[in-house]
């Protein structure tokens, strides 16, 4: 495989997705079309990670036009890790939204694609004005999702998520435009080392920088999420959780790699903004009482274990953040839609109204623990693995107080999600609950269909494979750590172009 072939990355979902949005008839040619694009982006993407996963680089400037002008791509282990990770849940979260009213729109598909079009963009893109307008194509369609799909308060939740992600790219428009002005370039590989060289530069890309924390919802801006994310369909929401704000820590990962080279000197802002970010997440989480904003406000905690993986930033530190990515990209989505099955077919996501969904549906509650589990840091599953990793490379930096918040977060964590187990999961069934909404008797309650089980069950094995079968996956993580921690190869390739 050559660099040559990067761009069919970016144009194959954009071209499918023009296609789709032009056929019409009945709903199965688009949804067979729609998965079989998604089916062969996944496979590409992980044999690219193959290609790569010796250390090397490829890269290519789109149309051979010169520096500055053309489009930038660039792979590495890291970004093909990312790309494989987010078309197997993009994948995931389209089967589940097929079984429910939001796949039987003819536009979902079109929409899905756009957006992962643009999440691929962003993840290969090196250079900054290019990661701005691939962020921009992939938060397009999500405007559209967030609003359409879901309760009644999609609306407001939807005019949130635009004005919170159109100020956050306004913040990085002025930043890369103080970047382009100091440096005359926004070219990663020229850019390399500028930030750790001069004060100016390392301003600059700090706005750069700010901009992603806000879109990552990082403390102290991480509100925004808990209040939009559960108010869509559980489809776009487990769709969210492994896309948007994976690709705003993806971009600070390569920011603070390639411009500031690991600067220590900034280090402990980041371990600082880390440590809050875990601590306010889940403890937003413990007085919630709805399972959409119980799993959301976990969902910001997990984030702050990934920024302190960059925040520690050496091998240990990196390689511990970019598995926790992955493992969390998983276990949230899993999370999401097995609640999701819940809330679509008993038509509610409080949890005074739910209960008793373990002995009706078994397999459901498996998925639902498993994943809970993970999420909490309980072995064997891949959340043990991840926490623990995140933790050792604390304590190896010295970053006790960080170290120990994360491990006493994972057991808080692991209360906020039994909360849930408790009362929709194990309880009964209140008189007064969920029938309010469907007006029926409990014997007459439906049972959840298989088809919604089934992406979130599929999501917990893998995390559970990923906690004995561990080895495989840090190998891989270690390899990519390495490329950020020396981040030669990236800049010859990228610069070299």
């Known amino acids: 495989m050559t ?84 078309a197997l849940v993009t994948l995931v979260c389209v089967a589940f939204a097929a079984a429910t009213d939001v796949g039987r729109n003819r536009f979902f598909g079109p929409l899905v694609l756009v957006l992962y ?59 890369i435009a103080a970047v382009y002005g100091l440096a005359g370039t926004v070219n990663l590989g020229d850019l390399a080392g500028s930030g750790r060289e001069s004060p100016a530069m390392a301003v600059a890309a700090g706005v750069v920088l700010i ?18 994310y559960p108010n869509t369909s559980p489809a776009v929401a487990a769709l969210f959780s492994g896309l948007h704000t994976k690709v705003a820590v993806y971009a600070v990962y390569r920011i603070y790699a390639v411009v500031y080279d690991g600067d220590p000197r900034y280090l402990v802002v980041l ?30 905690s997990g984030i702050g274990y990934v920024l302190l993986g960059v925040a520690l930033f050496g091998p240990m530190g990196i390689t511990a953040g970019m598995f926790y990515l992955v493992h969390h990209m998983v276990v949230m989505a899993s999370l999401l839609l097995s609640t999701g099955a819940v809330l679509v077919t008993y038509g509610s996501q409080y949890l005074e109204e ?30 043990f693995v991840a926490k623990f990793a995140v933790i050792r490379a604390a304590v190896a930096e010295g970053q006790y107080v960080a170290a120990a918040t994360a491990l006493v977060v994972g057991f808080v964590a692991l209360v906020s999600v039994l909360k849930i187990w408790h009362w929709v999961f194990w309880g009964r069934m209140p008189k007064e609950g969920a029938q309010r909404h469907r007006s029926m008797s409990l014997a007459e309650m439906p049972r959840v269909r298989p088809v919604l089980i089934v992406p979130a069950l599929l999501l917990t094995l893998i995390s559970l494979g990923m906690g004995p079968g561990a080895e495989p996956v840090l190998a891989m993580t270690e390899q990519a750590a390495q490329g950020l921690v020396d981040t030669a190869t990236y800049v010859e390739e990228v610069a070299g172009q």
Do not use: Q
Not at 273 to 299: D, H, Q, R, Y
């Open 3 to 86: 660099g040559a072939l990067l761009p069919l990355t970016v144009a194959v979902p954009l071209l499918a997705a023009a296609v789709l949005a032009m056929v019409r008839g009945t709903r199965f040619p688009r949804r067979a079309m729609l998965v079989a694009v998604l089916i062969a982006l996944l496979a590409g993407n992980a044999s690219l990670a193959g290609v790569v996963r010796d250390g090397r680089v490829l890269a290519h400037d789109v149309g051979s036009w010169p520096g500055g002008i053309a489009i930038s791509f660039a792979v590495d282990l890291f970004s093909a890790l990312m790309l494989t990770a987010t």
């Open 117 to 175: 079009g643009g999440v691929c963009g962003a993840l290969l893109t090196a250079d900054l004005f290019n990661l701005f307008v691939f962020v921009e194509v992939m938060l397009a369609p999500s405007y559209v999702l967030i609003s359409v799909f879901g309760r009644s308060s999609r609306i407001a939740a939807g005019r949130l998520y635009a004005v919170v992600n159109l100020l956050g790219s306004t913040v990085l428009l002025i930043g």
């Open 211 to 228: 901009a992603f924390l806000v879109k990552a919802a990082a403390f102290p801006v991480y509100g925004w999420l808990p209040n939009t």
């Open 271 to 300: 371990v600082t903004i880390a440590t809050i970010t875990m601590a306010v997440g889940v403890l937003g989480a413990v007085g919630e009482s709805t399972t959409g904003t119980i799993l959301i406000f976990n969902m910001v």
């Open 354 to 383: 739910l209960g008793g969904v373990a002995r009706r549906e078994p397999l459901l509650a498996a998925a639902f623990l498993g994943a809970a589990f993970s999420l909490a840091g309980v072995p064997p599953f891949s959340g």
